[in-house]
């Protein structure tokens, strides 16, 4: 098992809550490829999306439901920062994960975390566990209770 998922899994044992991390048989590397593999609608897919701080250099994770999009304007204004892009280096740097399994727990440094509230509308959301293969579902109320996020509307 790789270290990625072992964070994962210790975040949510840590949490309180059961493991449900499960190795899919393709590819969770966007939301879409998720919500097939799994067989659910696109919007229970819980996707992390990562900022940098123009100004402090933090990484700012942003979990939004699978079928929306992050507005980087919104982002900002909920952050109180000037937001950019994060490559790939600074995501598996600040995370610990490579992007298409940028699971929302587990994280190797501190972030800001801001929640998409469309995912409370769901009973059951997925999210990637530290790996594009690697999956695991929670109620959203949990994830948000475990993430330590704000409900923000940052969608574009």
């Known amino acids: 098992m790789s270290k990625s998922v072992k964070r994962v899994r210790e975040a949510l044992i840590k949490a309180g809550l059961e493991d449900t991390i499960r ?4 590819p969770t590397r966007t939301a879409a490829d998720a919500a097939l593999e799994i067989g659910c609608e696109l919007d229970q897919i819980a996707k992390s999306i990562i900022f940098r701080s123009s100004e402090t250099g933090q990484a700012v994770l942003c979990v939004t439901a699978g079928g929306n999009m992050v507005d980087s304007e919104k982002a900002a204004a909920a952050a109180g920062e000037r937001l950019e892009r994060a490559d790939a280096a600074f995501v598996r740097e600040t995370t610990g994960f490579v992007i298409g399994g940028v699971a929302p727990i587990g ?5 800001m975390v801001f929640f998409d509230p469309k995912l409370l509308e769901f009973t059951v959301v997925h999210a ?20 330590d996020a704000q409900p923000t509307d940052f969608i574009t």
């Open 23 to 26: 190795e899919m048989s393709g």
């Open 128 to 147: 990637a566990a530290g790996t594009p293969r690697h999956i695991f579902s929670v109620s959203p109320t949990e994830l948000l209770r475990i993430t």
């Open 107 to 111: 994280h190797v440094s501190r972030s």
